[in-house]
Each structure stands twice: as structure tokens, then as C-alpha cells.
């Protein structure tokens, strides 16, 4: 009943990309930022085919994925940090609670969420029929991804305002730097928020850490690995504006692979990080051992 329940919410999210979660994985997986740790909450991979890509020529399907489909995640991630627990994005919920009790962290000891945006598989985990499941956490959302979804009305609209609605009591709304900011805030300890519009208005990466320990959060900066990464170009029908979306990728991209700093990505496969390197015209994925 439950894998079935995962499905169908799962599905929901890539309905038109015949997205199977036939492949099981392991579902934690830790990795030390400074005196952070960083964990990913896998809530299961699967292949999806590529339908939902934009801008994408025969070519680059024909190098990039010449099976047809490539694999796929949906993650959420768990940072320890030494006086904080935080959540970056609550995945679909499906194994959500499941995977913090494997690391032995109550829903209760949860201090703050923070939202890289307010799709259902980023927000999923927050409500369980209705029901706010982390009470003493703080929720930050950029001011921008609020307004968004509190303009409109029906699918993900309905969704993402019954969770503020809910939350309405702890919600902490903010505006994200640039990468270009010389003087970047910490918007709780250890992190800071970046603004990355396009995927949604209010789309937003996390750096942890500092100096030479740092990690990017980023999200759904990228959804195809396999395609996006050597060809940022590419845009995704998910996108609210897909060419304001490529733009904050290209400068991500180049961002986090010149300054080295490892990547964790909400659908990118187990263990969810890796390095992102430059290679010719595009760039080249590593992941963490
Ligand atoms: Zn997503």
C-alpha cells in the first residue's frame, strides 16, 4: 500500500515522462562539510524518458542518452550543523520520515526547513493529511516563491498555499543573493541563500559551509543529469520560464565548477553529490565516493 501511494505520487510529479521506480537504492547517504554533515533522504530513483527537455537536438540525445531514458532521483537533504538540524526541501514525503529515523532524528528535533521552491516534490513531506509534521521547525521560502504561489489558484497553487497556510505561524520569508554579491549573509548558521529564478520565481540554492568546506544545494538547478550537465542550454517543460532558467544555470554552473565547491542535487541519483567540472563547451559530473 505505501509503495503503491509512492507511486502515484511520484507519478504525479513526471506523469508524462513514463518515469518507472522499477530500481531500488540505498536511501541515506553522509557526507562531512566542515563541522556540518550533510545527509541525503532519498525518497527512490527511477529512469524517466526525455520528453520533458527543451532545446535539445538529436544529437545531444543520440551522445547523451542513447537508450532513451536516463536515471533520475527525488532527494531531500538533512544538515547537521553543531547547534541545528535543517532540512533542505521535504521530497514527496514518501520515505521522508522513514529515512530520518534511520539516522535517528525525530521529526520534533527538526529547528528549520529550509525551500529551494514549492513544487509538491520539494514540499511534499511538510503536511501529512493536513497535518503540520515538523512543529518546532522554522519554514524559509524566498519572498519571491511566496508571492508566486499565492498568485494563482487550482494543482500546485492550491498545494503550496495550504502549506504556507499551515506553516503561516513559523514561515520566515527572505530574499537570496546573488553569486555576484560580494557580501553574502548568513541566513541561519552556516548557510546561505541564492537566488536562482526560472525553474520557479523564487528558486533558490543553498551554500553550506565556508572557505574550503563548502557545499552547493542546488536543487533542481538541474532535473537530467545526463543531458543538462554537458548542456546547460537545456531547459525543462517544469520550468516557469525555461530561458530565465538556463541563464541561472549557465552562471551556477560556471560559478560552482570554478570555485571547486561539491554539488548536492534534489534529482540527481544516489548518493545525490558529486563535483561538477568544465570540459569543452560544457561540463562533466563526478561523483562523491
Ligand atoms: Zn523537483
Not at 537566488?195 to 537530467?224: E, F, K, R
Request: aromatic share 8%; hydrophobic share 40%.
Amino acid at each position: 500500500m505505501k509503495i503503491l501511494l509512492r507511486l502515484a505520487l511520484v507519478s504525479m510529479l513526471f506523469s508524462f515522462t513514463n518515469l518507472s521506480f522499477a530500481q531500488e537504492t540505498e536511501s541515506v547517504f553522509s557526507s562531512m562539510v566542515g563541522d556540518c554533515e550533510v545527509i541525503l533522504l532519498s525518497d527512490g530513483q527511477g529512469q524517466a524518458n526525455t520528453e520533458f527537455l527543451i532545446g535539445v537536438t538529436a544529437e545531444m540525445l543520440k551522445e547523451c542518452v542513447p537508450s532513451g531514458t536516463f536515471p533520475i532521483a527525488v532527494n531531500a537533504f538533512l544538515v547537521k550543523t553543531p547547534e541545528k538540524n535543517i532540512l533542505i526541501d521535504t521530497g514527496n514525503g514518501a520515505k521522508l520520515f522513514e529515512n530520518l529515523s534511520e539516522v535517528n532524528v525525530n521529526p520534533l528535533e527538526i529547528d528549520a526547513i529550509l525551500i529551494t521552491h514549492m513544487h509538491f516534490d520539494h514540499i511534499g513531506g511538510l503536511l501529512a493529511n493536513g497535518e503540520v509534521m515538523f512543529p518546532n521547525a522554522e519554514l524559509y521560502t524566498a519572498q519571491a516563491e511566496h508571492d508566486y504561489w499565492t498568485s494563482g489558484e487550482g494543482g500546485g497553487f492550491d498545494l503550496a498555499r495550504t502549506v504556507i497556510n499551515a506553516y503561516k505561524d513559523k514561515l520566515i520569508l527572505f530574499e537570496g543573493v546573488s553569486l555576484d554579491d560580494e557580501d553574502t549573509k548568513e541566513l541561519i548558521h552556516s548557510v546561505v541563500a541564492i537566488s536562482t529564478p526560472g525553474h520557479t520565481p523564487g528558486h533558490t540554492m543553498y551554500i553550506i559551509g565556508s572557505g574550503d568546506n563548502q557545499m552547493m544545494v542546488w536543487g533542481d538547478l538541474i532535473h537530467a543529469m545526463a543531458v543538462q550537465v554537458p548542456y546547460p542550454q537545456v531547459a525543462v517543460t517544469y520550468d516557469v520560464d525555461p530561458k530565465q532558467a538556463v541563464k541561472s544555470r549557465e552562471k551556477a554552473m560556471e560559478y560552482i565548477s570554478k570555485n571547486n565547491v561539491p554539488i548536492a542535487g534534489m534529482h540527481t541519483p544516489f548518493p545525490g553529490m558529486g563535483k561538477i567540472k568544465s570540459e569543452g563547451t560544457g561540463y562533466i559530473f563526478e561523483e562523491i565516493k
